[in-house]
Each structure stands twice: as C-alpha cells, then as structure tokens.
C-alpha cells in the first residue's frame, strides 16, 4: 500500500474528470439518446456486415417483414400488445425499485386460471360472462402469484430479483405438468384443447380486442403513477424507503398493494394471449415477454406513453428477425442481440446526460460547478 | 448405497456449473458489484467454449491433443463470459449505470449473443449443427484418475474411486478454483483489499487502495469464471453440440446459490453439490410426483433458502456492505 501512495502525482490534476452537470432540458436529453440510438445500430450493422451481408438491405427486408402486408402488419401488433401491457406492469415496479422479473410467470399464473374456466365452464356461462369471469381469474392468479415475492419482501426482505424469477420456473413447470396430464387433450402430443369459440375474445379491425385494453391501460397507468397518491407513494418509495417512512407512509402495503396491481395487469396478458392470440394455453404463451418488457420500460424512462413506440419498436424487431431468418439465414435471435447492444448504448448515454468529462487542458474554459 | 454413489456422482456433475456461475459471483460480490447477468455469461461463455474448438478443429485439422483441447475451451469461455463481465464493469462502474439493469441487459444480451453464434455457425457447417470431433469431445469425458482403485475387487474402493476420481479434468478444475479463491480472499493482501472495497469503498480509497482497478478486475475475472461454467455446459453437458437455451435457468439458481454458500467459495463447493443433486434426483429418487412437478424443485428449493437466510439475517454473514451500489469518488 505504501507504494501505491508514493504512486500519487503530486498535486497535478488527472487528465480528466467527471463532474455532474446542471440538470439539462428534456430536448439535450433526447438528442442525446437518439444519437447512442443511432450508435446502437451502427454496432449491429457492424455485425451484420461481419456476416457478409449489406445492413441496409437487412433492416429494410425487417421492416418489411414485419410491416409489409396486412397479415405481417396484425402479427406485429399481436406481438405489441402483451409487450405493452407488460412494460406497464414492469414499470410500476421499477419506479419503486422492487425489481419483478417475474412477469413471464405472472402471465402464465393468468393464463393459467383463464383456461381453467375456458375449459370447464364453457357450457355453463354465457359468452360474455365467461369472458369477464376469464379475465377477473387471470388478473386475480396474477395478483396472487406477484402478491408472494411482495410479502416476503415487505416482511423479512427477502431478495425479489430471484424469487420473482423462480417463481418464473415454477409457474412453467405447473404449465407442462397440465398439459402433459389433467388437461391432456386425447390424442398423441402433450397439448391443451383448443378453446371453444365462446370462449375466444372478439376481434376488432381485424385484431383481438386487447389492443383496446392495452392502449386503455396505457392512458389508466399514466394517469395512476402521474397523477394519484399511489403514484406519488410509489416513486417517494423508490427514491427513498426512509424518507417515506418518515414521511408516515406503509412503506410494506405501498410494495404488496403495487405487486399486486402489476400481478393483476400481468395476469391480464395471461388472459387475453390464451383468448385471443392463442386459443390455448402452452408453454410459449409467455414466450419471453416478461424479459423483453424489462428493455422496452427501460428504454422508455419509464414512461408509459414513450412504451407505445418503444414496444411498437421491438415487436417490428421481433416479427422481422423471423422475416430474415428465412431471407439471410440470419437466426431469429438477432433480436436479442439487437435489443440488448440498443439496451447497452441506452443505460451507457445517460452517464453523458447526467455528466460531463473535464480534460486537463480545457480547465480553464469550463466554470466550475458542484 | 450404490444408488446413493450413483446420485452423489451425477449431482457433482450436475452442480458444475452452478459452482462455476456461483465462484464467479461470488468474486464479483466481493468487489461491491452486483452482476444479475451470469446466465447472460454462461450464454457467452457457452459459445465461447464450444467454438474456439469448432474453429481450431476447422482450421487445423482434428484435435488429437487432448490437454490443449482443454486449455482452448477453457481459454475462450474464459474469455468470452470475460467480454460480458467487460461491458457490465464499463458501463457499471466508468458509466455508472444502474447494477440491476444493466445485469438484465447482460442476461438478454448473452442469451442472445450465445443463441445467435450456435445457430449461425451451425447453419453454415456441413451437418447443419455446430458440433466438434469425437477426439475432441474425449477431453471432456469422464475417466479414472486412479485406475488401480477402479480395478480393485472392492466394491467400496470402487465406490470411493467413483465418487472422488472418476470425474472430467473441468470438476476437478473448478474445485481448485474454489479453494484457491477461498486462500486469496482469507489470508491474502489482494483478498484484504478487494474485501475492503466491496465492504466501503470510500475507506479502501482513502487508504490508497484502487477501488476502479480491484472492481474492473474482480468483475472481469468472475464472468470469466462465469463463462467457463458456461463451456461445461455446452462441452460437458451437451456433450460438445451447441444446443439452443442450453443454460436454462443456472446461471440465475447461481446467484441465489451465492446467498446459500454466504458469500464463501468453500461453501460454494456444498451448494452447488445439494443444488446439482436437486436437478438430477429425480432420476434416482422416486417421489411419485409428476415429473413436470418434480423438476421445478431446484426453484423451489431456491426460494426456501432466500426465505430462510432472509429471515434469519445473521449480521456476521451478511452481503458485502456496498453490493449493488456503485462508488462515485466525487459524491462521496
């Protein structure tokens, strides 16, 4: 250790420093992110150059795969709208820095209890009653798988990262388990029936009607984190346990009341990917989402209106890397890459908006400032 | 008893990687860094392994050196789960961005950078999936250490030599690694300081300790301990052919499992045996519970002991002070 102070340059500074900057506007900011946007799909090109092909013909035949005709265009927002709704759930929690990963499982803890009454209680519900009984069940199978993790929380502390996310494997496991045995469909392969028309969701413009929910929620979200107490008490929570205990809130109820609501929205994916995209229930009806939810709530600030084109955004990702895959034999798994490089270049640009790097030569023309 | 042989055999097997991806973050934790992205490392490493020998084997003809085989698995996972460890430690601890999230991204980013490689290669190679030679996947089968032991008449020197010497050289490997780490954290300055670091890094910078460079380095150095859990899986595991979504959940069993062994790679050794175990028991110990059901018991054993040690809490064991939240000397 000794050397290592003798190491010290005397009273000379180092060739750089870091200082926090002044808050800056909202369009700095913005203009900041999109130019590590634009480095995020530099690097991927990059990639894609590697391979021996041309990127701009790649992300041009993406987008067409995924936007190109009116079926791609459906698939796209049948992609959209789990991813919507989930960023939302995510969010919810983000902001109060409980760090739920257990979305995936929440949506098939939904799916779950929804197949249950599609499958049993067909003949003796009518259609629209069934319907709502198969949403109110996969919001409340939300709520109670999301409500677990929260209580120990709340209580003892217990680590939600990983609970939340065994939670993930267990929830998979009860899936397989129905249909490989109780809810067995007779017949050769492990599947579940398909639902009974009754028991499918309407459609709308040609898309089933949670794209009304999602863009619905979208509006309910904001307004809830922006504008109501619990909003308010979820963000003191985040920034500070104690100062919200100080300031006289139940810093407990404020995590179990929110898991619960992001169980319950998380849940509703569950329902509306078993009724409406599906028509039955499997092990991919989560297929991810929980995950890529987690990229499009960060990429958004946490700002529920930014998770339209954000989700938008990464379901034209998702659908066009299948478009690709047949096209360059580039694996569909692109995306991730993609969606993680554009995560990167996202979480790294906003040491640039919070700081600025002082050469050792430039000292004199910046002011100083704490 | 030789079914107990038997399980006790495959749940060293099994637990492999779990004690890699456990050593690994557990170094990783010590320096006060928190990285959530060992599945994302075992990813990379994964591929990392797998295709530093593809490629050898492409370029240079079959592999007939089996010590050298060894090496380059270990050698490019080590790397490649070092690469992930790189850009978390950058944008962590230069860029000071969020710990949990960037962990995250690491996880989907690994898991795609480890899916994309095997498919891509594999497309592009004449069986239409990557894979390595016969020679090849002989340096990382199973053999005798002892083989008078083996010979011997006795069933319970048979038994001995089973379930101490007759393992692949990456179990052994792992296992000095362990001790080793367990040597350089208790009596060593290195271990002193980077404990330091990881408890209060505003102390060990005031007693002119590098916080930067002992964070840089320990994080690097445990996803590349990360990543060679990663090459077990894909060249011991998978038995040398890149299979998609390979690592299934262990990198993250192995964060949970840094929590079970308290933060000490000795115990790191015991959990990742009782974890590796829990994975392969139902093949050895019928419960009558369906099989879908039984699988899941890693996770839910998983969840009894976050349960446990959190509502225990012994002070004494806890977690490095300053795990999760990065150091800014500036805001000090």
């Known amino acids: ?370 | 008893m030789d079914n107990l042989v038997n399980l006790f055999y495959a749940a060293v097997l099994a637990g492999a990687p779990l004690l890699y991806g456990t050593l690994g973050e557990i170094l990783t934790e010590k320096s006060g860094n928190l990285n959530m992205g060992v599945e994302g490392m075992m990813y990379m490493g994964a591929i990392g392994g797998l295709s530093t020998i593809y490629f050898y084997e492409m370029y240079c003809g079959a592999m007939a050196n089996q010590l050298l085989c060894l090496v380059l698995a270990v050698a490019g996972s080590f790397l490649c789960g070092a690469l992930g460890a790189l850009i978390f430690s950058f944008l962590t601890i230069t860029l000071r961005a969020n710990q949990n999230v960037t962990g995250l991204t690491l996880t989907i980013f690994g898991t795609g950078f480890g899916n994309f490689f095997g498919e891509i290669i594999g497309s592009r190679s004449a069986s239409n999936y990557m894979t390595i030679s016969t020679e090849a996947k002989a340096a990382f089968a199973n053999h005798n250490l002892l083989p008078f032991l083996a010979n011997s008449d006795s069933a319970f020197l048979q038994g001995l030599n089973k379930m101490f010497f007759g393992y692949n050289w990456l179990i052994y490997f792992g296992i000095a690694i362990a001790l080793v780490m367990a040597w350089v954290l208790k009596y060593t300055r290195i271990g002193l300081n980077l404990r330091a670091v990881g408890e209060s890094p505003a102390t060990a910078d005031a007693a002119g300790i590098n916080v930067e460079r002992y964070k840089y380095l320990a994080t690097i150095i445990g996803g590349g301990i990360c990543g060679i859990g990663g090459g077990y899986i894909s060249l011991v595991i998978s038995n040398g052919v890149w299979v998609n979504s390979c690592v299934n959940g262990k990198g993250w069993i192995a964060v949970a499992l840094v929590i079970f062994a308290v933060w000490s790679p000795a115990r790191a050794l015991m959990g990742s045996l009782v974890f590796g175990g829990l994975s392969i028991m139902r093949l050895y110990i019928p419960l009558g519970i369906p099989m879908e059901l039984y699988d899941t018991l890693p996770y839910v054993a998983t969840i009894v002991v976050l349960i446990f040690t959190s509502v225990k809490q012994t002070k004494e064991h806890a977690q490095p002070a300053h795990c999760g939240l990065n150091y800014f000397r500036e805001e000090r």
């Open chain 1, 1 to 370: 250790m000794t050397e290592q102070r003798i190491a010290l340059p005397a009273a000379k500074d180092p060739l750089l420093r870091i200082v926090r900057r002044p808050p800056v506007s909202q369009s700095t900011a913005w203009k900041i992110r999109a130019l590590a946007l634009v480095a995020a799909l530099l690097t991927t090109s990059l990639l894609i150059l590697l391979l021996g092909h041309n990127p701009i013909a790649v992300y041009a035949d993406l987008i067409n795969g995924a936007l190109g005709t009116k079926t791609a265009r459906i698939e796209t927002i049948k992609i959209t709208i789990p991813l919507l709704i989930a960023a939302l759930s995510v969010a919810i929690t983000f902001k109060m820095q409980f760090w739920n990963i257990g979305t995936e499982g929440q949506i098939l803890a939904g799916g779950i209890a929804a197949t249950y009454f599609a499958l049993f209680w067909v003949d003796k519900l009518p259609r629209p009653a069934l319907l709502l009984v198969m949403m109110l069940a996969g919001c409340l199978a939300g709520a109670l798988w999301a409500a677990i993790p929260a209580l120990f929380k709340a209580r003892w502390g217990t680590n939600e990262t990983l609970f939340t996310l065994m939670l993930n494997y267990i929830a998979l496991g009860i899936v397989k388990y129905l249909q490989a045995g109780p809810w067995k469909k007779p017949g050769g392969f492990p599947k579940i029936p398909m639902f009974d028309q009754a028991a499918r969701l309407p459609k709308l413009f040609g898309v089933h009607i949670g794209w009304v929910i999602a863009i619905a929620l979208v509006v309910l979200v904001y307004i809830y984190m922006k504008h109501t107490k619990h909003g308010y008490e979820i963000t003191v929570v985040g920034q500070s346990k104690e100062t919200a205990r100080y300031a006289g809130m139940n810093v407990s109820r404020i995590i179990i009341r929110t898991m619960v609501v992001a169980g319950a929205l998380a849940g509703l994916i569950g329902f509306l990917q078993v009724s409406g995209a599906n028509y039955s229930l499997s092990e991919n009806t989560a297929g991810g989402v929980g995950f890529t939810a987690i990229s499009v709530a960060w990429l958004s600030q946490m700002n529920p209106l930014a998770m339209v084109i954000v989700s938008a955004f990464i379901a034209i990702l998702e659908k066009g890397s299948n478009r690709i895959q047949t096209t360059f034999a580039i694996p569909a798994s692109a995306a991730d890459v993609i969606t993680g490089t554009l995560l990167f270049f996202m979480l790294g640009c906003e040491f640039f908006i919070n700081y600025r790097i002082i050469f050792r030569h430039k000292e004199k023309e910046v002011p100083q400032n704490g």
